[in-house]
T-cell receptor, first 117, second 110 residues
Framework: EAQVTQNPRYLITVTGKKLTVTCSQN?????MSWYRQDPGLGLRQIYY???????DKGDVPEGYKVSRKEKRNFPLILESPSPNQTSLYFC????????????????FGEGSRLTVL | DAKTTQPTSMDCAEGRAANLPCNHS???????VYWYRQIHSQGPQYIIH???NNETNEMASLIITEDRKSSTLILPHATLRDTAVYYC???????????FGRGTQLTVWP
């Protein structure tokens, strides 16, 4: 089954304790990206990756790091989490180009709800 | 980066057509219009996309104006399960940075 898998789905942590949210997709997509969602603010892009070893900042990259060493994985790293990073996080992936029957649609994970105390 | 503007909220009676507008006045020639919806706090789901022609699938229809500066998503017979936040975005074939915004909260009432 084609899917984007995020882990953990829920996490409560404390300020300053490094954490990683993993994202894996099994569709051979070139493009992957991370979003955060906060009440009243919609979805905001944190980072994206156009392919392996190619990453770039979105609208709200401060306090986050990413890496893309393999095509299927795109982990989100919070080196020193702070309470303002308490949020619902989504990972998404897609093909870069609209090839043939591929729509270029984004496939989203189920979300990771992070609380930083 | 092309951004979109959508109304914050709309409502619709069950069984009636829901027409959700989106403005994308800075859209470029090679950028597609995509629509997604998010039910509660689940991951957003793809609905439909188009370049310049009107499109229809089993879920919805997409009407894009001739100048491509705006579009309308049509849910022909809205049901209670269509209550969700609907996002309109524009995306080029190689564009990585995407702007979802706040979307439109559609409430379908019985």
């Amino acid at each position: 089954e084609a899917q984007v898998t995020q882990n953990p789905r829920y996490l409560i942590t404390v300020t300053g304790k490094k954490l990683t949210v993993t994202c894996s997709q099994n569709m051979n997509h070139e493009y992957m990206s991370w979003y955060r969602q906060d009440p009243g603010l919609g979805l905001r892009q944190i980072y994206y990756s156009m392919n392996v070893e190619v990453t770039d900042k979105g609208d709200v990259p401060e306090g986050y790091k990413v890496s893309r060493k393999e095509k299927r994985n795109f982990p989100l790293i919070l080196e020193s989490p702070s309470p303002n990073q308490t949020s619902l996080y989504f990972c998404a992936s897609s093909f870069l180009r609209d090839r043939g029957l591929n729509t270029g649609e984004l496939f989203f994970g189920e979300g990771s709800r992070l609380t930083v105390l | 980066d092309a951004k979109t503007t959508q109304p914050t909220s709309m409502d619709c009676a069950e069984g009636r057509a829901a027409n959700l507008p989106c403005n994308h006045s800075t859209i470029s020639g090679n950028e597609y219009v995509y629509w997604y919806r998010q039910i509660h706090s689940q991951g957003p789901q793809y609905i439909i996309h188009g370049l310049k022609n009107n499109e229809t699938n089993e879920m919805a229809s997409l009407i894009i104006t001739e100048d491509r500066k705006s579009s309308t998503l049509i849910l022909p017979h809205a049901t209670l399960r269509d209550t969700a936040v609907y996002y309109c975005i524009v995306r080029g074939s190689t564009l990585g940075r995407l702007y979802f915004g706040r979307g439109t909260q559609l409430t379908v009432w019985p």
